[in-house]
């Protein structure tokens, strides 16, 4: 098969990235008339489940299919890559942020919960979620119930425990995206990071998640976007009127060790929506041919608090951890200190094994452990870097340890209502809370109310220099302490609406986006 490049030609738009930032704000551009190309660094997976063939031996970061693992200081990051970028991977997960995560001073005083509400609704009529429905055969998950009862019992508790609002679908019916691609119901095979299955009603996958290419993606090809994977954006330049955009492509690991040549493709306007590491490292590598550039580049790191894969074993009944969505249920367990929200998270063979956690196969023992994803308010004060290998991240917990080890307390609590034994995540040191995961990484471009105090403004839009703006999780002041994917679409919606039309837009705007 021939595939297509984007060089050499000009686009009103080119978005860097395909995930639930540059997704959003390519769809909206696409459906507003403008010219639209998206640079995808990795590869497309249009039917077939991902691959998990491990690349990148000897490097700081491994390939598996369609994720990157980055080995940081202090904190490793797990990454999308490919055409939809996290959401080939993630869970379903759409919550909102809590409405006092804005009030951080951190934040740009434009930006809150009142006024992205109305985005958060608009995102919301692209990516569908709902509580999980119960399983014709299998019921309710039956972890999802465990979990809400032990969380019951915890006196830390801080909210009612509840199903959360997944993007996936569970109703019986099959139902069409916003592109009019079928979906049918979730099969329950807890797959969620590799993806649905074959179907056997019609060609091609389950399409049980909502997956970008089911929904923005694929509404943006519908209007004129072109979607180019494999390329690979090194810098961004603007030698004159126009920007210059350098990419490699095709696939990262070449047969040979010869260096690929360098292309370029021009546009009016840029969207940096390569995630929060490669958005960072993009502008990070493009600062001598952006001098205007803040400062502030690559600080404020975030691992949104993540806790992922500490466990409670031996409990005292079979907890089914493959039966339904990877996640499926949560409860609120702030403190006076720290926003703390805790979901269950059902046995994922692959990861634990790529991870070192656990084998790839699931034992008779296991089916009686609970594994948790923790997210909470870290300091937010990593520091993003570039070295002979590309991104480097520089975590130090010294003053997210109080987060940590709340989340811990709380773990414990939901561990005895549950007859269980608690464990830390393996390679996790309680001591100096080194040795976390993250899948989602957040900051490193921030909002500001000035270039000394952020990358970019409160719209997206990229301090020194106009017509270069970002739109995805590395736009984050401070950690969610919830599941990012939603904020991060809402905050990308509200990055296309200004760029489309100059203003904010309100409840019920005559100009609100369609939803196809």
């Known amino acids: 098969m021939i595939r ?58 491994l390939r598996h299919g369609h994720f990157l693992v980055d080995q940081g200081n202090g904190m490793n990051v797990i990454r999308g890559i490919g055409v939809g970028g996290g959401s080939l991977h993630y869970f379903g997960v759409r919550l909102r942020a809590d409405p006092e995560i804005f009030e951080d001073p951190r934040w740009p005083s434009g930006v809150d919960r009142r006024v992205l509400d109305p985005y958060y609704d608009l995102a919301d009529t692209m990516i569908r979620s709902a509580p999980v429905s119960a399983n014709p055969v299998a019921g309710m998950p039956a972890r999802g119930i465990a979990f809400q009862n032990a969380a019951r019992a915890s006196r830390r508790a801080r909210r009612e425990p509840k199903w959360v609002p997944l993007a996936v679908h569970t109703e019986e019916a099959p139902a069409p995206t916003p592109a009019g691609i079928p979906q049918t119901r979730c099969v329950y095979c807890g797959d969620c990071i590799v993806g649905c299955p074959a179907s056997e009603t019609f060609e091609g996958n389950v399409n049980a998640r909502e997956l970008l290419t089911l929904n923005y993606l694929a509404v943006a090809r519908q209007h004129g976007a072109r979607i180019y994977p494999e390329h690979f954006v090194q810098t961004i330049r603007k030698p004159g009127p126009l920007f210059e955009i350098r990419f490699t492509e095709g696939d990262e690991e070449p047969a040979s060790d010869q260096p690929k040549p360098v ?17 960072t490292e993009v502008l990070l590598q493009s600062r001598n041919d952006l001098p205007g550039l803040s400062p502030m580049l690559g600080q404020h790191f975030s691992g949104n608090g993540d806790f992922i894969y500490a466990t409670t074993r031996d409990a005292a009944f079979d907890l089914q951890p493959k039966s339904g969505p990877a996640i499926v249920a949560g409860c609120d367990f702030s403190t006076d200190d720290n926003k703390i929200f805790i979901e269950d998270l059902g046995a994922i063979p692959i990861l634990g ?25 870290d300091a937010a004060n990593g520091v993003l870097s570039l070295d002979d290998q590309g991104i480097v991240v520089n975590w130090d917990p010294t003053r997210s340890l109080p987060l940590y080890h709340q989340i811990t307390a709380a773990l414990r ?27 989602h990484p957040l900051g ?13 403004d409160s719209r997206g839009q990229v301090f020194g220099v106009p017509g270069l703006y970002v739109a995805d999780g590395a736009l984050v002041s401070t950690a969610l302490a919830t599941n990012p994917s939603f904020t991060i679409s809402a905050l990308a919606e509200r990055v296309a609406f200004f760029m489309i039309h100059g203003r904010e837009m309100q409840a019920g705007d005559p100009n609100t986006p369609p939803k196809s």
């Open 444 to 456: 490193g471009c921030v909002m500001g109310e000035t270039g000394e105090q952020g990358v970019a």
């Open 263 to 279: 292309r370029s493709v021009h546009a009016h306007r840029v969207v940096v929506a390569a995630g929060t590491l490669g958005s």
């Open 413 to 439: 609590e939901i561990s005895q209502g549950l007859n269980g034994r608690y464990h830390h995540p393996i390679g996790y040191d309680p001591v100096t809370g080194t040795g976390l995961l993250t899948a």
């Open 4 to 61: 297509a490049s984007a060089a050499d030609q000009t686009f009103d738009v080119v978005v860097i990235g395909s995930g639930f930032g540059g997704a959003a704000v390519a769809c909206r551009l696409a459906q507003a008339g403008k010219s639209v190309a998206i640079l995808e660094r990795g590869k497309e997976y249009p039917v077939e489940q991902g691959s998990f063939t491990t690349t990148g031996h000897g490097t700081r970061t």
């Open 353 to 377: 094994s790529m991870l070192g956690l656990e084998k790839g196969k699931l034992t008779v023992r296991a089916r009686y452990r609970m594994r948790y994803l923790g997210m909470g308010t």
